[in-house]
């Protein structure tokens, strides 16, 4: 007897809908607090039964329970454990546009890591690729964090991370790293193919990770502060890019 797929739980009305919207099959069902009767949770609702998908009206300590605390927004959806598994070549193999990466070396922090798909989302990098070891996976948390930008990101774990930039650079991808001690990120060159490497918390790059970059990049800084959180630095390095092809693709 074939057993049933695994499930997990999906939290929050941006990760829920993004579902909703990108891979309703992979929905078992929809709880919503029975006591919300606004417009944002109708409309959920209402998606939700239009795809086919169940909605059951519960008090909050079901969500509660279902989600593990109380930061659910008053809607949790049980959902396939498991993403498409996607492969770094099934990206790169497919785009229309030049390469845009993000690269995480060591990010443990899930709303961290939530926090950068939403910027890998916003500015359009096609997928964000973390090594296996030592790093968080995309859970429900991350997936919340992500404002559904987990659906629509690929999330590509890989063995080897030093591996994996040669394999970039051998695609003609430059790999920058973003850290301190290189050239200012106002005066580099971002109009190729880029593939962004982040460090962790606190840490930053580990030194086998930035003597595989092709070059380091810094974002500078006026105030006291001597660094930024890795998905505000993640935001500041994709728009950068993104602003650096618009302006180069404008006729003269």
């Known amino acids: 007897m074939r057993a049933p797929p695994a499930t997990r739980a999906l939290f929050g009305f941006h990760a829920v809908t993004a579902r909703l919207r990108q891979r309703p099959d992979a929905i ?7 006591a919300r009767q606004d417009a944002r949770s109708r409309e959920l609702a209402a998606r939700a039964q239009a795809a086919g998908v169940a909605v059951h009206p519960v008090d909050p300590t079901r969500l509660d329970a279902l989600a593990g605390h109380g ?17 770094l070549d099934d990206v790169l193999d ?18 961290n890591l939530g926090a950068c798909l939403r910027s890998a989302d916003a500015f359009g990098a096609q997928a964000v690729i973390v090594p296996k070891d030592r790093a968080v ?6 997936a919340k964090a992500a404002s559904g930008a987990a659906d629509t990101v690929p999330v590509i774990a890989v063995t080897n991370l030093a591996r994996t930039l040669r394999a970039l650079q051998a695609r003609n991808i430059w790999v920058l790293g973003a850290d301190t001690g290189g050239e200012a990120l106002p005066d580099a060159d971002l109009t190729g193919g880029i593939a962004w490497v982040l460090g962790a918390e606190g840490g930053g790059l580990r030194r086998l990770t930035r003597e595989s970059c092709d070059r380091i990049v810094g974002i500078p800084l006026v105030g006291a502060v001597e660094s930024l959180n890795v998905s505000v630095a993640a935001g500041i390095c994709l728009y950068a890019t993104r602003s650096a092809r618009m302006r180069s693709a404008a006729p003269a």
């Not at 078992?28 to 029975?34: F, M």
């Not at 930061?71 to 492969?87: E, N, S, Y």
């Not at 996976?137 to 991350?142: C, D, E, K, L």
Request: hydrophobic letters at 50%; a negative charge; proline letters at 6%.
């Open 71 to 87: 930061r659910h927004q008053g809607v949790v959806a049980i959902v396939d454990a498991a993403l498409p598994h996607v492969t």
């Open 28 to 34: 078992h069902a929809v709880y919503v607090q029975a």
């Open 94 to 111: 497919t785009l229309a546009e030049l390469p845009l990466l993000l690269v995480l070396d060591g990010v443990t922090d899930p709303h």
């Open 137 to 142: 996976g995309v859970n429900a948390t991350v």
